[in-house]
């Protein structure tokens, strides 16, 4: 059979470029291990050499898509007996407390810890690695442990690479380049890149921009408001480039996140057990509304299982903060890894993945439309939470 026709995939992401939700994005697509989409659009616009045309191998920050790496990590780890999922926390960071005393592994991974730290969370301030697992151990819970949900973007997947450490020595970010990047051979793919590495890769280092994107706050006498998250302020700078942080600091080229999922669809070496892989993806949350996003979606183990733009029902992969998505496809064999270096605002950016996933599994046609949920409409499914937890740090002063 002739390959899908992917060009509107492309056309997207160029009208994307045109309405300034992105000056530059990557798209990897494979079916079945076999790549049929590995594209550049754009510019990567930097201080050095503004306005070259974005490549392929160029290096772009994953945000929340670079999840599932420790989450691969966690469950290697299980796979070997050297944790359970039940486990509690405190077995493994020392100054484990506050009320967060029953949180376990699997509510990090399922985002029930207690403690997502909208507010106070070092995200965005330059500490070591061990100062910021310091800062999670010590915050007091927001809930009891397990039982209400809300999403914990960077401070329970500090703690799950503080676990990784203490169970087998390496830094996260070392177990993660060891066990993960080198057998994939994912080149130029980076958990944090040291300072003296950043020189070398030059403007591959692809700038983050802001393009609208805006994150609740609570006034002091309660008031909800949206305020710009400039993320370009500090997530270009050096010491942030250099920063280890498995919630949201992985960069490396599209096809690097592509090929993740590929091995874990069984394309590739393998980096699980297929059981493992039906583990993790299973749903291990349902029926719980995250107080944080607003949304009452399910969760397997560390990855979503349900996203926008008429995916089958077994896919699962993960989100990256208004700017890319990876998954992948049990059904079809499909991966998917959508990069782009503007992070807009909350409907731009959630309409600029809905549309390009929905383009893609248009494009496969009749092999898998029988399997596909319906497309959603924005307007009605995904609403921002008026309860939505405080936000300071994550949005410095304008």
Known sequence: ??????????????????????????????????????????????????????????????????????????????????????????????????????????????????????????????????????????SPADWVPGTLAGYHASSAWRILGAIVERIDGRPIAEYVHDEIVTPLALDDTYLGIPLDEQAGLGDRIVRVAWKGHTLPKVDADGALSMVPYRIDR???????????????????????????????????????????????TAVHRYGLKDGVLGLRTPW????????????????????GMASSRGLADRECGLVIAVVANGLAGFVDAERRALEVTDAIYTALGDEVAPYRKPVEDLGAGFRLSTRAHPVRSLAPDA
């Open 1 to 138: 059979m002739p390959p899908p026709d992917l060009t509107p995939v492309v056309a997207l992401l160029e009208q994307g470029r045109a309405a300034d939700w992105h000056d530059g994005a990557q798209c990897y697509v494979s079916l079945r291990g076999e790549p049929l989409l590995d594209v550049a659009v754009g510019e990567s616009v930097g201080e050095s050499t503004p306005g070259r045309a974005l490549r392929t191998d160029d290096l772009m920050l994953w945000y929340s898509s670079g999840k599932p790496f420790t989450t691969v990590a966690v469950v290697q780890l299980w796979e070997q007996g050297r944790l359970g999922l039940d486990d509690q926390v405190g077995e493994y960071v020392d100054g484990w407390g506050a009320g967060k005393e029953a949180a376990t592994i699997r509510h990090l991974l399922t985002h029930t810890g207690g403690f997502p730290m909208f507010g106070a969370d070092p995200f965005d301030r330059d500490v070591t690695y061990a100062e910021a697992v310091a800062t999670v151990a010590a």
């Open 300 to 319: 397997g183990l560390g990855v979503q299982v349900e996203f926008t733009g008429g995916t089958t029902r077994r896919a699962f992969g993960h989100g």
């Open 234 to 280: 500090v997530h270009n700078e050096p010491w942030h480039i250099a920063k280890v942080e498995p919630g949201g600091g992985m960069r490396g080229p599209a096809r690097s996140l592509g090929r993740f999922y590929e091995s874990l669809l069984g394309y590739g070496p393998p980096m699980l057990d297929p059981k493992s892989v039906e583990m993790m």
